[in-house]
């Protein structure tokens, strides 16, 4: 049976439905009957007591239907929208880890408080940069004294093994 | 289908694995509540990919108290860390690792006063 022929109004199809329950239809008609009623969405306590009786073959219409529903869904498509996804990722993370995009990173910012009070930009460059300087000093100190640290212990362990 | 379960998964996992800011406890110490203090000097500066941030203290042990407090709590986040009290003070340094980079912080508490900076490159922070 074709669509175009299966243009049928609810009550033909309760009709037909209740001729099915009377067993007044042919194996053909019987076959016809449950093509309409996968196909049409009509509902009542008559169709759908038939659709129950029928429901081997609804199923099975019902996975076709799904299969071609996700047809173009293929693993090349699944592929390609994996690839998609990953290169727009590292494409958008090297842009945000770019420092050309960023005018905060391009210019610097400078910032400082002193005696509770903001100074100026030329002020706050020099401040930070001689703070930056302590942290440096602080950070070459304290390697020293890990360097030392580290002796004393080589020469406590040294001292305890003779 | 399972391919691309798969592909999807390992982007995700990339996208959680992604830098992530270290939400260090000290650098709640530079939000601003010590700006109009007059005992203390900040120093702000992000620039040539360096994140740094400093605090000189003057005669004010509440605020050194607090800033050593806020140390102890990111200390054991630290991949290294190491305390000293020598000649220049009471030294404690944390270097911290976070997106492949070290986040350096340092606390100098020396007569009454104190020194304390964190400084890293910018990635470490994002």
């Known amino acids: 049976m074709k669509e175009h022929d299966v243009k049928l109004t609810l009550q033909e199809t309760e009709q037909l ?15 016809e009957l449950q093509y309409v009623l996968g196909k049409m969405p009509y509902s009542s306590p008559c169709i759908d007591e038939v ?39 590292a494409v958008g993370l090297a842009l945000f880890n770019n420092p050309a995009v960023n005018d905060n990173d391009s210019f610097g910012i400078y910032i400082a408080y002193v005696n509770g009070r903001e100074v100026s930009h030329e002020l706050s460059e020099q ?36 | 289908m399972k391919q691309f379960l798969v592909i999807f998964i390992l982007v995700l996992t ?58 102890r709590k990111d200390s054991p986040r630290a991949a290294k860390s190491f305390e000293q009290e020598g000649e220049g003070g009471r030294y404690t340094s944390l270097k911290i690792i976070n997106n492949g980079e070290t986040i350096d912080i340092g606390l100098q508490q020396y007569n009454g006063n104190a020194f304390f900076f964190i400084k890293g490159k910018e990635k470490a922070f994002k």
């Open chain 1, 17 to 31: 439905c209740r001729l099915y329950m009377d067993c007044q239809l042919t194996v053909l008609e019987e076959i």
């Open chain 1, 127 to 162: 401040q930070v940069k001689s703070d930056m300087e302590r942290a440096d000093e602080f950070l070459s100190h304290i390697a020293e004294l890990e360097s030392r640290e580290q002796e004393q212990v080589e020469n406590f362990i040294n001292h305890i093994e003779q």
């Open chain 1, 51 to 89: 659709r129950m009786l029928m429901g081997v073959a609804i199923t099975m219409n019902v996975k076709e239907s799904s299969k071609k529903r996700f047809a173009w869904f293929n693993r090349k498509t699944a592929i390609g929208i994996a690839a998609t996804v990953t290169i727009l990722f």
């Open chain 2, 14 to 71: 990339s996208i959680s694995a992604m830098a992530k800011p270290p939400r260090l406890a000290v650098e709640q110490l530079f939000d601003g509540r010590y700006n109009k203090e007059k005992a203390v000097r900040t120093s702000i500066s992000r620039a040539d990919g360096t994140y740094y941030r400093s605090l000189h203290v003057t005669n004010n042990p509440g605020i050194i108290k607090i800033i050593e407090s806020e140390l």
